[in-house]
C-alpha cells in the first residue's frame, strides 16, 4: 500500500482505550484519504441524533498520501467532526509541521470519541500512544501550552491544541497547530469540539516513512516544478498572502462595515501586506516543506498593543478584523490576531461577529450596558482588541459572540438578522459574492457554508485556468452560461486537493497543474490513474458532503446567501459589482450537478458514484478494515 501506512488511529476517551485499525484497499481507492476518507468514516459514524459537544461525536484528523513526501506544500491534514457552529458538516484544513509528524508515527489518521473525566493530551510517538494529563495547562494559551507540552513529549514535536475558548466550548473556537509555524483549523467551531471532550491537545512526533512506489520519479518530478511554484508565488512570499489587499479593494472583493461599505482606498492602503512588510515585518515563515513562505512573523515596540513578537495576520484576518471593522490601525489587528492563536479563535468568524456587534451598537440593538461601558464603534482598534479578550475568555457580550453571528443575532432580536451575515452558521471569507458569481453559488451550496476555499471560484475568474478539467480559460465575471459548470467543477478539484492533500497556493500561476497531481499520485502510489479518474474522487467527496447534510435536513431552502448579498449593491465610483441571481444559479447548478431541482441528489447520480442510495449510515463502503 504505497503512500499509506494503512492505518487509523482510535481513541476512545471516556474509556481510554486505543485500538489501530487497518484502513483498506477499497476505502482508499474510492476516497483516497484527506477530506475523503475523513468525511466517509464521520459519515458512516454520526448522524442526526450526534451531538456536535456530546461525547458521541468523532473527530477525525486524516493526512493524505502526499503529507511527509516531496511533494511542495503538502505538509496538510484535514480535520472533521459535526460542528457545534452549523450543526453541520465541520470541516477544517490546516498547514504547519503536524501533518507530516503525526504521519511519521506510523499513522495515516486518528480518530477520537468520548469524553475523559479530567483534562488530557495524547502523546502519539514512535512507540504508541499515551494518554496524559493536563490539568497543569488547562486555561493556558496555545502557543504556552505547546511549550509546556514540548518539554514533556520531544524538541520537534507538533502540537494540535486548543486555548481557553475551545475549553469553554465557544462555537467558534479553533484549533491552533503549534510546530515549527503556527496554524490553526479554524473554521466551524472544531475547537470547542476538542473541549467537550476534556482533550487539550495531541501532540506528535515520528520517524517513520510510508513506502513510496517509485521515489526516485517523484524527486526527479518535484525538482522541475519547484523553480515555477518559487517564481509565480514570489509576491506572496514578499508580501505574504495580505498583499492582495488594496487589488482586492479596488475591485470591490474586499469586505468593508460588514459588507456595507463600498470604498476604503486609503484604510486598505494602511493594513496591507505591503505597509506590514514596510513597518512591523520582522522575518518570513513557512509551513514545514513548503518553498512559499507565506506566513508573517510582526514584532512591535511599542505604541498601546507593544510588545508583540509573534505570527502575524493572513488576507482574511486582516479582511474581517480591518475592512469588516474598518479598523485601519495595523498593529491592532496584529495583536488581535495574537489574540485568537493565544484563545484558539478563529479569526474570521471572530472578525465578522464583532463587525456584527459594531453594527448592532450603532443601530441601538446593543447598548453601553451590555458592553460594560465598552464604545463598539466603527474603526476602533481598542475595541476589537478589547472584545477578543472577551470573546475568548467568554466574559460579559462575549459569551454571546463566542455563538456565532447566527445565534447572536437570534438572542439579540430587533430584525439583527437583515445584518447577520452567513451562510448555514458559517460567517463567510473576505471575498465578496457580489463580485464574483462563482464564490456566490459556491458559498450558497458549500457543505460547510460561506467558505472560499471550496472552489476559489475568485482566483479562476481572475486568471487561472485547468485546462485538463474542460476550464481552458478564466471564466467571465457576471456570466450565467457556463457558470454551474465551471463552479461544480472547481469544487470537485478543490476536493482533489484537499483529499491528495496540497495547498491552494501552488495553483496560483498555474505552477502545479493537475497534471503534476496526478503524475505525484501515480509515483506515490504506485496506481495508474488519469485526471478524470481523480475527479470522479472529487465529486464522491462533493456529493457524499451533501449527503451528510442532507440527512441532517438540509435543502434548497438553506442555500441561500444573506439579504446584505442579495439586496444591496455596492455601486460605488469604478465598482462593478452586481447583485447574484442566486435562484438561477441554484436551479443550473442542480441540474448540472445530477441533484433533483430541491437540492438533493437523485438515485441515479449516487448510483454513477457508488454511492449507493445514501439513505442510511451504512451506504457502501462502510466496513472499512478491523481493528
Known sequence: MFGYHGKLLRVDLTSRSIEVQELDDALLKAYIGGVGVAVRLLYDETGPETDPLGPENVLIALTGPYTGTRVPSATRHHLVARSPLTGLLGESSVGGSWAARFKATGYDGIAVTGRADKPVYLWIHDDGVEIRDAEPIWGQGA????????????????????????????????????????????????????GSKNLKAMAAFGTKSAPLADPEGLRQSVREVLPHVRDATETFSTYGTAGGVEKYEYMGNFPLQNW??????????????????????????????????????VEITEGPFAPLDCEGPEYETVGTMGGECLVDDLEAICKANELCNRYGLDTISTGSVIAFAMEAFEKGIITTAETDGLEL????????????????????????????VKRAAEELGHNAVEFAVHVKGLEPSAHDPRRFWSQALSYATNARGACHNRSWGHAYELGLNVPEIGIPESHESYQMEGL??????????????????????????????????VDWFNLITGRDVDIWDLMEVGERIFNLKRLYN????????????????????????ELTNQLPPIG???????????????????????????????????????DHGSA
Request: hydrophobic share 35%; proline share 3%.
Open 377 to 404: 464603534t466603527w474603526g476602533s482598534g481598542e475595541a476589537l482588541v478589547e472584545m477578543v479578550h472577551r470573546i475568548g475568555k467568554r466574559e460579559g457580550l462575549g459569551e454571546l459572540l463566542g455563538e456565532g
Open 550 to 573: 442532507t440527512r441532517l435536513g438540509i435543502s434548497r431552502k438553506d442555500d441561500f446567501l444573506p439579504p446584505r448579498f442579495l439586496t444591496l449593491n455596492r455601486d460605488d465610483e
Open 143 to 194: 502557543e504556552a501550552s505547546a511549550d509546556w507540552l514540548r518539554s514533556r513529549t520531544a524538541r520537534k514535536a507538533a502540537f494540535a491544541v486548543i486555548g481557553p475558548a475551545g475549553e469553554r466550548l465557544a462555537r467558534i473556537a479553533s484549533v491552533p497547530h503549534v510546530g515549527n509555524i503556527v496554524r490553526a483549523a479554524g473554521r466551524t467551531g472544531l475547537g470547542a469540539v476538542m
Open 584 to 622: 438561477q444559479m441554484l436551479s443550473d447548478y442542480y441540474a448540472y450537478r445530477g441533484w433533483r431541482e430541491e437540492g438533493i441528489p437523485t438515485q441515479e447520480k449516487l448510483a454513477e458514484l457508488g454511492l449507493g442510495n445514501g439513505s442510511t449510515r451504512s451506504a457502501e463502503p462502510a
Open 260 to 297: 456595507r461599505g463600498s470604498r476604503w482606498e486609503e484604510g486598505a492602503k494602511r493594513i496591507s501586506g505591503v505597509t506590514m512588510y514596510e513597518t512591523v515585518l520582522s522575518g518570513k515563515r513557512a509551513c514545514l516543506g513548503c518553498p512559499i513562505a507565506c506566513g508573517r512573523h
Open 484 to 517: 454551474a459548470e465551471f463552479t461544480a467543477k472547481l469544487q470537485n478539484f478543490q476536493s482533489v486537493n484537499d483529499t491528495l492533500i496540497i495547498c491552494r497556493f501552488t495553483q496560483v500561476g498555474n505552477a502545479v497543474s493537475a497534471t503534476n497531481l
